[in-house]
C-alpha cells in the first residue's frame, strides 16, 4: 500500500514540475496560498493567538518548528 501511495505522490509531484500546466497550476497555488496568508483577517487571528498586535513578526520565530521534530532547544 506504501508503494502504490508514493507513486501516486510521485506522479503529482512529476505533474507539478514537469508539465507546463503542472508548473501553471503550481504558480495558482502558490499565490492563493501567499493571498491567504496575507490576509488581514488571518493576520489578524494570528495575532489573537500569539497576543500581539494582528502582525506576524518572523524575526521572532526562534526555532521555529522545533518542538514538532523534537530537536530543539529544551527548557
Not at 27 to 43: F, I, S, Y
Not at 50 to 67: C, K
Request: hydrophobic share 30%; proline share 3%.
Amino acid at each position: 500500500m506504501k508503494g502504490k501511495a508514493a507513486l501516486v505522490v510521485g506522479a503529482g509531484v512529476g505533474y507539478l514540475f514537469g508539465t507546463r500546466s503542472g508548473r501553471e497550476r503550481l504558480e495558482k497555488l502558490k499565490g492563493w496560498a501567499n493571498d491567504t496568508w496575507n490576509d488581514p483577517r488571518v493576520q489578524g487571528k494570528l495575532g489573537d493567538l500569539r497576543g500581539g498586535s494582528g502582525a506576524v513578526d518572523r524575526s521572532s520565530d526562534e526555532g521555529a518548528g522545533s518542538t514538532a521534530t523534537g530537536h530543539g532547544p529544551t527548557t
